[in-house]
């Protein structure tokens, strides 16, 4: 890690996990694995920075893993079940997360 990188207090010993996503041609899904010994903490953003879920133990998925449905600003109906629905203002947004300590009990 050096001073390249504009993620908020960065750490040099931590792999962190981001990418942008857009829904434009429809729904996105982010799977989540669960926190058994390891994990990693994070949240979704939309295009201007909005926190629209956390994900990982202190999450919605409370650490125990999730599907976090992205569906587009303009998405009418139901979603499908067994999903974690996140409904973006915005076509745009990313993620970022970085390595847990804190782990779900098994």
């Known amino acids: ?4 990188n504009q993620t908020t207090t960065p750490n040099a010993s931590a792999r962190y996990v981001y990418f942008n996503f857009n829904t434009k041609d429809g729904p996105f899904v982010v799977d989540i694995p669960p926190a058994v ?5 994070g949240t979704l953003l939309d295009a201007w920075q909005v ?4 994900v990982g133990p202190e ?3 409370k650490g125990k ?6 569906l587009p600003p ?3 109906g139901n979603p499908p079940a067994g999903y974690i629905v996140v ?10 997360c970085a390595p847990s300590r804190k782990v779900h009990p098994k």
């Open 74 to 76: 303009e998405f009418k």
């Open 65 to 70: 893993g999730g599907k976090y449905l992205l």
């Open 87 to 96: 409904r973006p203002h915005t076509y745009n947004g990313y993620i970022c």
């Open 59 to 61: 999450g919605e998925d």
């Open 51 to 54: 926190p629209l879920a956390d």
């Open 1 to 4: 890690m050096d001073w390249k």
């Open 37 to 41: 010994e390891a994990g990693l903490f």
